[in-house]
Structures are given as structure tokens and as C-alpha cells.
């Protein structure tokens, strides 16, 4: 998975979120609550298993995201960037200030190691 490179390098801290309703619209805040939070080591982490989270074919199931993620810069109000993934048609939604347009939806392979651990890691947050 693509992530835009000056974003990720200012990551400091993500917020884990179970996306209870939408986004109904690309860009649209997800509605749910922040389930937990990755900070220091867990940054790199988790950022470096998103981005080699291979690319898949199409699957259309209405996209209905679960989970997502919001990653924030030192001390930011704002989020630099945010995800929302569905693992139904492995379509993940990203959005924000840093995000160029090409990168706003894109495939993932929601049964990669890779995503399956992202999903794993998020669900543990929730714990």
C-alpha cells in the first residue's frame, strides 16, 4: 500500500478507530470511537507493515469499513493522514492534507500477512 512519504516520516502517534458508520463520502471523518493509539516503536511498526501490504484485484461489496487508522504529527490537532479499510472488498480509503489524489483509494490484499496482522494489531488496540 501506498502511503505519501513526507506524512509517514512525520508520524508520531496513530490513533486506532472502529469505524461504526461511513465515511459516506471519500473524505468524510469515520464515526467511531479511538479504540487505543500507537506511539514511539509501534509507529514504525505498524507503517512499515501497512506499506508492504501488497495491492489486489477488485472486489465490490459496498465498501463498509471496519477499521481505520489517523496519524498524527508531533503535538498536531489535525490528522496528517487517515485510512479507512474494508476488508470485504479490500478497498482502503486515504485521506487528508497530505494525501495526493492518486493515492485516495486503493486495492489491498486483505489476506496478506501483512493485513491480517494490521487487523490483528487493531483489534488488540480495542482490548
Not at 33 to 52: D, I, Q, S, T, Y
Not at 98 to 127: G, I, K, N
Amino acid at each position: 500500500m501506498q502511503l505519501p512519504a513526507d506524512a509517514v516520516a512525520a508520524t508520531v502517534r496513530i490513533d486506532v478507530v472502529r469505524i461504526t458508520a461511513g465515511p459516506e463520502r471519500h473524505g468524510d471523518p469515520m464515526t467511531g470511537p479511538v479504540v487505543g493509539h500507537w506511539e514511539g516503536p509501534a509507529v514504525a511498526e505498524m507503517l512499515a507493515a501497512v506499506r508492504k501490504i501488497p495491492s489486489a484485484g477488485l472486489t465490490l461489496c459496498g465498501f463498509a469499513p471496519g477499521w481505520g487508522i489517523r496519524a498524527y504529527a508531533e503535538a498536531a490537532a489535525t490528522p496528517l493522514y487517515e485510512a479507512a479499510f474494508c476488508y470485504g472488498c479490500d478497498i482502503v480509503w486515504l485521506w487528508g492534507p497530505r494525501v495526493p489524489e492518486p493515492l485516495h483509494r486503493q486495492t489491498f490484499a486483505s489476506d496478506s500477512p501483512y493485513a491480517l496482522f494490521l487487523r490483528m494489531r487493531m483489534r488488540a488496540a480495542a482490548a
